[in-house]
């Protein structure tokens, strides 16, 4: 990387210390000089450089002016020179900045500058908020759904105590909703949000609260377009304003997958600096009717199982899953039926291959060949419906767990995911099949999926990177009375359809587990939408040295660096 030019250079104090600053393009860099001019002791606050400290512009949280006795001023037993500085120093500014802790955690720093002279402080001010102003992909302002019920009822605290503060030293402006019953965010955001307004909607709750926001986003966007999302070969219409997660749910399942960790403090920081993490959605429609998005996991069998019998098991609490998970284990169900799916062919991964999706992925970022990147379900599937295959592969037979993974599900329960190597935006999901087996057998499948065993190496396990699935059972489904339309209703104790209760389904059937939402049909078809929408994330940051050899270190004087007047 070539070295940046320097557009300032001045000497600053910082805690009674003097320090050189500058400023090139895109990062701040400061380091301390002793008495003679040279290089000091270290300021610890910012990744180091060889030379001394800096901050990439793109991580400054805000630049505000501060009063000469700013709090970095010192100790007690300092005070009484803090006071000479103060009067010898009075101008300061203060730069706030993200600095990264342990597990993926961000914080906000700061750090403040001191001088003599009114005139050098403007004029650093001004520097900085102008390459701030330059950042086009930073928020101003968002819509904030809070769910007050979610999680641990903190919601509300949560937003107020750790996340507005912080959008308001970013000069950020929020519109708040506090959500009064189930799919207020989502039918608000259908109909009647004035979203011009926003750059951004940002969700505080769970995963059931994202996904509202999720569907009333994708609703809203395909109305105003005219695309008919009940057809299941629309080619939908990706999503303009990104979507904000305040994690503040019981599994916060997404926020673990996009940006490593469900910290509020850290997502706000992700939506402050405008983040940008594109992910694919899976629609799925029974006999050409929408029923509902897919972001994470879509099971049938085993998972849908153990969600349907753990929301008859609500009063119990987290502990459901686990009760109802051994429940279904020692039930060993399983479900015939026929699998047929589209194999993506045309992508630079698979789903063995251990290349895990972490920020600026490279197989997310893979173009496909024209051929591929024009797939079009509809042709596919007309050439299927014709008798060909059109690239379509069918398998049938008796499955123990039909999933789909838009993404590794991975979630501290699960270290690895149902699907380690699955990627949030190369426009496919990884089809999990696990055919009949025995007991002994399906119990070191689960078991792999939390140590390092490799949980696709068994025999009745197979795994295909897919654009799209459809699944058909082998018994006819009982007619459903009711609206095909309608979208599962949650009830306090659990989402069921009614025909599944009406209608008796037998052990013939089970349930699809729609990211957490048991869905009314088990003969469904399910598309891959590349890139439909976009989050305030940047996909989990491998961990980084923090003492490195910055390449864009502006130590060494460059023509042209300005020395602004004092
Ligand atoms: N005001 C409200 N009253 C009742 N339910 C609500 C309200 N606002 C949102 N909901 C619903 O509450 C459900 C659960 O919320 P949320 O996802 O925030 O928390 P959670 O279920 O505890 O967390 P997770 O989904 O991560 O397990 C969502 O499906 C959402 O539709």
Redesign the pocket.
């Known amino acids: 990387m070539e070295k940046q030019p320097r557009l300032f250079s001045s000497e600053f104090f910082h805690k009674n210390r003097q320090v050189e600053l500058v400023l090139s393009r895109g990062v701040l860099a400061w380091r301390e000089l002793d008495k003679g001019g040279k290089r000091g002791s270290d300021i610890k606050s910012a990744p180091e450089t060889a030379h001394g400290h800096s901050v990439q512009v793109c991580e400054i949280v805000a630049v505000h002016k501060t009063e000469g006795d700013g709090k970095d001023q010192g100790s007690n037993r300092s005070r009484k020179k803090a006071n000479k500085h103060v009067l010898l120093l009075p101008y300061a500014f203060t730069a706030f900045f993200v600095r990264r802790t342990q597990q993926h955690q961000w914080r906000c720093s700061e750090i403040t500058f001191h001088c003599a002279s009114h005139s050098l402080r403007e004029q650093w001010i001004q520097a900085l908020s102008e390459q701030l102003s330059s950042l086009t992909n930073r928020p101003k302002s968002l819509l904030v759904y809070i769910?007050?019920?979610?999680?641990k009822r903190r919601?509300k605290r949560i937003y107020e105590q750790k996340v507005a503060p912080l959008f308001r030293h970013a000069g950020i402006s929020a519109d708040v909703i506090v959500?009064?019953?189930?799919?207020?965010?989502r039918d608000h955001l259908k109909t009647e949000a004035n979203l011009d307004k926003y750059d951004g909607v940002v969700c505080v709750?769970?995963?059931?609260?994202?996904?509202?926001v999720l569907h009333g986003l994708v609703a809203r966007t395909q109305s105003d377009h005219g695309v008919d999302q009940n057809q299941p070969d629309a080619q939908l219409v990706p999503c303009s304003l990104h979507i904000g997660i305040i994690p503040?749910?019981?599994?916060?399942?997404i926020c673990f997958a996009t940006i490593g960790t469900n910290d509020p403090v850290t997502s706000a920081l992700h939506i402050i600096v405008g983040d940008s993490q594109p992910m694919d959605v899976c629609s799925v429609h029974h006999s050409d009717i929408f029923l509902r998005y897919s972001v994470s996991l879509l099971g049938y069998g085993f998972y849908g199982d153990v969600l349907t019998d753990s929301e008859r098991k609500r009063w119990l609490g987290p502990a459901r899953y686990d009760l109802s998970g051994v429940k279904t284990f020692l039930s060993h169900n399983y479900y015939e039926g026929s699998v047929s799916f589209l194999p993506a062919e045309d992508t630079i991964g698979n789903p063995r291959d251990k290349l895990r999706c972490r920020s600026g992925c490279h197989v997310c970022q893979h173009k496909p060949s024209s051929k591929d990147s024009e797939w079009d379900m509809s042709e596919e599937k007309e050439k299927f419906n014709e008798g060909g295959s059109g690239g379509w592969s069918v398998i049938r037979g008796k499955f123990i767990a039909i999933n789909a993974a838009c993404m590794s599900c991975a979630c501290p329960r699960s270290p690895k995911g149902l699907s380690p190597s699955a990627h949030l935006a190369d426009g496919t999901a990884d089809l999990i099949l696990v055919r009949k087996c025995s007991r002994l057998g399906f119990f070191r499948h689960l078991l792999r999926h939390t140590n390092k065993g490799d949980q696709f190496d068994h025999a009745f396990v197979e795994v295909h990177r897919v654009r799209g699935f459809r699944f058909q059972p082998r018994h006819q489904e009982p007619v459903s009375l009711e609206d095909l339309s309608e979208a599962p209703k949650?009830t306090r104790f659990g989402t069921m359809c009614s025909a599944q209760t009406t209608c008796g389904y037998g052990a013939a059937h089970s349930s699809w587990n729609c990211d957490?939402e048991i869905l009314p049909h088990a003969a469904i078809q399910v598309s891959v939408q590349s890139r439909l929408i976009r989050l305030f994330a940047r996909g989990i940051e491998e961990p980084q040295r923090f003492t490195f050899e910055d390449p864009s270190s502006p130590w060494a004087l460059e023509p042209g660096t300005q020395q602004p007047a004092a």
């Open positions: 769910n007050p019920y979610g999680g919601g959500t009064e019953y189930a799919n207020h965010a709750g769970g995963d059931g609260m994202f996904s509202e503040a749910g019981s599994t916060d399942c949650k957490g």
